[in-house]
């Protein structure tokens, strides 16, 4: 069970920096850019049945004015 992903900087402070992934303490991707950690973190965010659910009952809700 997924309890905690980190997203650590490589180089604190520079603006182009890369990232290191960490999923419950394991690091599992490193020298990452910015769009490659959201895209990683969506995935596996997206693979949680219960975040699934959720999301799919926000989408059935009809907006409120």
């Known amino acids: 069970m997924l309890r905690e992903i ?3 900087e490589e180089m604190p402070g520079d603006f182009q920096t890369t990232f290191r992934l960490r999923v419950d ?3 599992i991707a ?3 850019t910015e769009l490659e950690t959201q895209f990683l973190v969506s995935e596996m ?3 949680i049945p ?3 659910v959720a999301a799919s009952d926000d989408a059935e809700q009809p907006l409120e004015r």
């Open 6 to 8: 980190a997203i650590e």
């Open 25 to 27: 303490g394991n690091l």
């Open 50 to 52: 219960s975040l699934r």
């Open 45 to 47: 965010l997206e693979r």
């Open 30 to 32: 490193e020298k990452m």
